[in-house]
């Protein structure tokens, strides 16, 4: 048996400012087109597990969680993956303490040294509670330290964390496909986000996807972020049956640059699903 049902939830698909930005009155950033407004960068996948039941797993918190899960409706979180460490991909992990609330039960958070050892700083009162000078009302959560290229299985879906460089910066992207049997589209499904280049031992596991979600930060350089044409040179060579980009700044204007994406390749926007077979949403 494997999962069903899978939807690909785009939560926010923005940098790390969001759009608007803060007192800019740039044209994306009055635009009145609902995919040029762009929360902070998080996805999830809902779906059933082989045994019929409910589940949810994130990637990342940003700090615009709480806007995305309401828009969403999210009762549960079964699941948190991390990217890395930063504060456009963590901070909203405070607000997960809702659903230990709803579901009675911890969650797990999975992530590689750095950024665990980041959550356990920043996040004080819910890894040490015990210092807590009042016994107030945190998440519950369970660390899990992954390793680049060392899978685990979490519902039925296999997460293989990938190498990539976001600058200096080591980071996670994750491959995600069916833990047994045929995934079940969109998956297989790798998620790279804040990536400036790819170690040459990542491409392999780049290969074979339905679906990319890949960074494109705007037409300028960067150095930590891929621009325009060196994501769609990656996309390119990557060669997923769709791609979509994300984590796009005030620079790039959906409506305008959208149409002049090559065959498969799509700007991805706040609230687009994708849901096996049938036609994003």
Not at 196 to 203: E, G, W
Not at 272 to 278: A, H, N, Q, S
């Given at each position: 048996m494997t999962v069903r049902d899978l939807e690909f939830l785009f939560l926010g698909t923005?940098?790390?400012?969001?759009?608007?930005?803060?007192?800019?009155?740039?044209?994306v950033c009055t635009s009145d087109d609902p995919r040029d407004r762009r929360l902070r960068c998080g996805a999830a996948l809902r779906f059933r597990d082989p045994k019929g039941h409910?589940?949810?797993?994130l990637i990342d918190t940003p700090p615009d969680h709480r806007e995305q899960s309401l828009r969403h409706?999210?009762?549960?979180?079964?699941?948190?993956?991390?990217?890395?460490?930063?504060v456009d991909h963590t901070f909203g992990l405070d607000d997960v303490r809702r659903y230990n609330a709803l579901m009675r039960q911890p969650i797990e958070v999975w992530g590689d040294e750095h950024t665990l050892d980041h959550l356990r700083s920043v996040y004080r009162h819910i890894f040490d509670r015990q210092h807590n000078v009042n016994d107030s009302f945190v998440a519950d959560l369970i660390p899990r330290r992954i390793l680049p290229g060392q899978a685990f299985d979490l519902f039925g879906l296999r997460f293989t964390p990938l190498d990539f460089l976001h600058g200096r910066l080591p980071i996670l992207g994750f491959r995600i496909e069916s833990a047994e049997g045929a995934s079940p589209a969109p998956l297989p499904l790798a998620y790279c986000?804040?990536?400036?280049?790819?170690?040459?031992?990542?491409?392999?596991?780049?290969?074979?996807?339905?679906t990319l979600v890949l960074d494109m930060l705007r037409y300028?350089?960067?150095p930590t972020h891929l621009t325009v044409d060196e994501?769609?040179?990656l996309a390119d060579e990557i060669a997923a049956e769709r791609t979509y980009f994300i984590h796009m700044t005030h620079d790039i204007r959906h409506a305008e640059l959208d149409p002049q994406?090559?065959?498969?390749?799509?700007?991805?926007?706040?609230?687009?699903?994708?849901?096996?077979?049938?036609?994003?949403?």
């Open positions: 923005g940098t790390s400012a969001g759009i608007p930005v803060i007192g800019c009155d740039c044209v409910e589940r949810l797993i409706r999210f009762t549960r979180c079964d699941a948190i993956v991390f990217t890395h460490n930063h986000t804040d990536v400036s280049a790819v170690p040459p031992a990542t491409y392999p596991k780049l290969r074979g996807l339905r300028r350089a960067h994501a769609l040179r994406l090559p065959k498969g390749m799509s700007l991805a926007y706040d609230g687009l699903t994708l849901r096996g077979d049938v036609a994003p949403t």
